[in-house]
């Protein structure tokens, strides 16, 4: 991965199909507080709530032209809840580490004045904790849930 040029791109509409074909992968729901798949009207308009949210920050990771991720930031007062997933070809090369550091970036640069970002994650997810742990973020462990904590000002 390094080397590559990646960036943030906001989510449109028309990203429905990918957004949906990444929530329905195997990896990704068994990662997921909610395992079911997901239906694609019922994803549809999820999606069209979402985007008509200014209460959000909604992104595609896109790194040398191809879109290998996402990640969405749900801002909860001054605390921003982040959750994110990389496409299945593009795990394991970094891009994980990645769309959460251009996410914070993005978060410092709102006018959201955020005072932290949050992060959920399943117990049994080692890949994802790592990347919350690698990047500083503060762990709590709470039954099958691990709580990642990171203060956006000094």
């Known amino acids: 991965m390094n080397g590559l040029n990646c960036y943030l791109r906001a989510v449109e509409l028309d990203d429905a199909k990918l957004l949906y074909i990444w929530r329905n992968e195997k990896e990704t729901r068994k ?17 069209e709530k979402k985007l008509e949210n200014n209460a959000r920050l909604f992104y595609i990771l896109v790194c040398d032209g191809m879109e290998v991720g996402q990640v969405r930031v749900d801002i909860e007062g001054k605390i921003g809840v982040v959750n994110y997933s990389i496409d299945s070809k593009y795990r394991k090369m970094g891009y994980g580490k990645r769309v959460l550091e251009l996410a914070e970036q993005e ?3 709102s006018t959201a004045n955020l005072k932290k970002i ?3 994650v399943k117990s049994e997810n080692v890949a994802s904790r790592h990347i919350f742990q690698i990047l500083n973020y503060q762990e709590e462990l709470k039954g099958n849930m691990c709580i990642y904590t990171k203060s956006l000002i000094d």
């Open 118 to 120: 949050v992060g959920y």
């Open 107 to 109: 978060l410092l640069k």
């Open 31 to 47: 990662n997921s507080f909610n395992s079911n798949l997901i239906d694609f009207n019922e994803h549809l308009n999820w999606l």
